[in-house]
């Protein structure tokens, strides 16, 4: 789970594709996969039922969407220099 995580950090932070084809399904991923692993960690971690483990899942997510939205923003100003 570590190595998938790591694979897909690298791949965001070193390989900077041109095609939105690639990017964009990396950042669903992470967007989508992030806070599921959160979650679980959380609950399973502290002992916590649903209902508080989502609260804190989802303030722990907020890091994670200020840099999908950076990197997002980044890219997005690539694509404009290039064309």
């Known amino acids: 789970m570590i190595r ?3 694979t897909v950090w690298w791949y ?3 390989w900077k594709p041109k095609k939105i084809y690639v990017r964009l399904p990396i950042l669903l991923c992470v967007g989508g996969f992030v806070p599921i692993l959160i979650n679980l960690f959380v609950a399973h ?3 916590l039922g649903a209902v508080h483990s989502a609260e804190l899942t989802f303030l ?5 969407a200020a840099w999908m939205m950076d990197k997002i ?3 997005w100003h690539d ?3 290039d064309e």
């Not at 722990?60 to 994670?64: A, F, M, R, T, Y």
């Open 4 to 6: 998938i995580l790591f």
């Open 12 to 14: 965001i932070r070193y």
């Open 45 to 47: 971690r502290w002992d």
């Open 60 to 64: 722990l997510c907020i890091p994670v």
């Open 73 to 75: 923003a980044q890219r």
């Open 79 to 81: 694509d404009e220099d």
